[in-house]
T-cell receptor, first 114, second 116 residues
Framework: DAKTTQPPSMDCAEGRAANLPCNHS???????VYWYRQIHSQGPQYIIH???NNETNEMASLIITEDRKSSTLILPHATLRDTAVYYC???????????????FGTGTRLQVTL | NAGVTQTPKFRVLKTGQSMTLLCAQD?????MYWYRQDPGMGLRLIHY???????AKGEVPDGYNVSRLKKQNFLLGLESAAPSQTSVYFC???????????????FGPGTRLTVT
């Protein structure tokens, strides 16, 4: 699995867009980019994933560069409840019956402030 | 739709005692997982199941046993608790389809276990 690099921390003002970068320069063609977050003392929460096209859902947008070597998770209007550690994970789609083990690195600690 | 639930939320055990953690999901997911998370560390997979009646070892299975008698439930057992098993335990589930959906995992709120 490709290694990912994220900044250790970021701040964002409430109501503004939070743009969280992730570098995955060694990503291979069949690896997907997944984003999770973990709010303090809670279980991790799936946010979004993508392969090469930009993706959007009710929580966030995922922008993947054309060469797929980096991506950005965008929270369009950050709120205090978005304060969490955000994890970027790159994984190959698993085969049937195999374990789809998630491995979280250190992630980016996003602090949303008033 | 409650998603993934875990019981209990907190537990304190003495060394050598046994207990069972219960995970339940109402999303009809095929795959279920047990992870542990220690302070300042990421998740580590203990055991997982790809369907009712099946279980398999993850990366840190020693000291734990699991059972998946019903599709919606995944039990994690500690036969003889040790202080090294003090941790936060998370259960997760995902669709059993091959491919990218298997990494779209839904987690429970966690069980905080302390072994003294």
């Amino acid at each position: 699995d490709a290694k990912t690099t994220q900044p250790p921390s970021m701040d964002c003002a409430e109501g503004r867009a939070a743009n969280l970068p992730c570098n995955h320069s060694t990503i291979s063609g069949n690896e997907y980019v997944y984003w999770y977050r973990q709010i303090h003392s809670q279980g991790p929460q799936y946010i979004i994933h993508g392969l090469k096209n930009n993706e959007t859902n009710e929580m966030a947008s995922l922008i993947i560069t054309e060469d797929r070597k980096s991506s950005t998770l965008i929270l369009p209007h950050a709120t205090l409840r978005d304060t969490a550690v955000y994890y970027c994970i790159v994984r190959v789609a698993s085969g049937t019956g195999t374990a789809s083990k998630l491995t979280f690195g250190t992630g980016t600690r996003l602090q949303v402030t008033l | 739709n409650a998603g993934v639930t875990q019981t209990p939320k907190f537990r304190v055990l003495k060394t050598g005692q046994s207990m069972t953690l219960l995970c339940a999901q109402d999303m009809n997911h095929e795959y279920m997982y047990w992870y542990r998370q220690d302070p300042g560390m990421g998740l580590r997979l203990i055991h997982y199941s790809v369907g009712e009646g099946t279980t398999a070892k993850g990366e840190v299975p020693d000291g734990y046993n699991v059972s998946r008698l019903k599709k919606q439930n995944f039990l994690l057992g500690l036969e003889s608790a040790a202080p090294s098993q003090t941790s936060v335990y998370f259960c997760a589930s995902s669709l059993g389809l091959a491919g990218f959906r298997s990494y779209e995992q839904y987690f429970g709120p966690g069980t905080r276990l302390t072994v003294t």
